[in-house]
């Protein structure tokens, strides 16, 4: 999976003079990438997206928007979504590697 992410700067809405920091993100699947999402998901990416539907709206063209009051939680959200994206391969390996058996 490849992050995908669009930054820009608004007027704060209800406060004139005051910008604020918007951060749209979105997920490109590579299509090898395709059955693992679909069978194990991304929940470390799902956490920072708890709204219905978020891997399906972070596959489309316009991604999910957030708002962030200072550009310090903007970038650590960009952070944040980074790593959620490069633990994935790992999480599905593990998932991939669970059945069997310990004796």
Known sequence: MRFRCIRTVEDFPGRPGRSRFLVRCGVLVEPNDEALLARYGAPALEAL???????????????????????????AFIDHVKQALAET?????????FPGREE
């Open 49 to 75: 997206f708890p709204e219905a539907n978020a891997l399906a709206h972070l596959r489309a063209a316009e991604g999910i928007t957030r708002p962030f009051e200072t550009v310090d939680k903007a970038l």
């Open 89 to 97: 391969p790992a999480y599905w390996q593990q998932a991939e590697a």
